[in-house]
């Protein structure tokens, strides 16, 4: 899991370089609509773009961003499938992946998707670039990046599962101790200890206590004696 919220992360931060420039994407989308002579439909698909930047891109700035926007889909698209691989989930994380699977399709419809508060995406743009042109396709990216967090929010929240080597483990299952249990006996607390070292003082002081003095032999004068 801790993988996959870093490589979010990351594109997260490729995100926030691009969206600095969605005027420049914009404007790119409005060359090669033009070269191609498909100025009356929407830009409603990621193929849609990708064509685009393919035969009617003539501009190494508008070939650049475009790239970009078809690079952090490829991102989002990968770690869909390393989300699907960690766990697959119950119908509720289900739901959020497939979304995801859904609007990150190369042919799906955009027209209908719109990024929404806090995202201020769509305000950027002039009111008959976002109802008629543009609106759906500055909208995917904060769409799905939203999506994702909400699947990996209810996944470490509902489901406890960690990724460990490639392979998904539950929390809920206890761990076993690589260490013989004979390590733990020869191995007594430090309250143990601090015990048995009490009993031993008490029993020096009791020994001490209750030691037969030693009897004296009777005063002789001094001289010499047989």
Known sequence: MDEIVETLRKIEQN??????????????????????????????????VQC???????????????????CICNDLRNLCHKLE????????????LEKCKVLLNDSNDLTGVR????????????LDEAKNRYGGVVSLIPVVIDTMRDWITYTKRNLLYTVSGGRATS????????TPPAL???QPSNRNKHTVQLQ?????????????????????????HP
Request: glycine content about 4%; some cysteine.
């Open 15 to 48: 995100y926030k370089l691009f969206q600095q420039q969605q005027f420049t994407f914009v404007r790119a989308l409005e060359h090669t609509r033009e070269e191609a002579h498909d100025l009356i439909r929407p830009v409603s698909s990621i193929t849609q």
């Open 200 to 224: 031993e003082k008490n029993f020096q002081k009791y020994l001490s206590e209750n030691q037969r003095p030693q009897q004296k032999a009777p005063w002789r004068p001094p001289g010499k």
């Open 115 to 126: 990024a929404t508060y806090p995202h201020g995406v769509v305000n950027y743009l002039s």
């Open 184 to 186: 733990f006996a020869a």
């Open 171 to 178: 929390k809920k299952e206890t761990p076993t101790s690589q």
């Open 85 to 96: 691989a960690v766990h697959s989930g119950d119908s509720v994380a289900k739901g959020l």
């Open 52 to 70: 685009y930047k393919d035969h009617h891109c003539f501009n190494s700035t508008d070939r650049r961003i475009l790239n970009m926007f078809i």
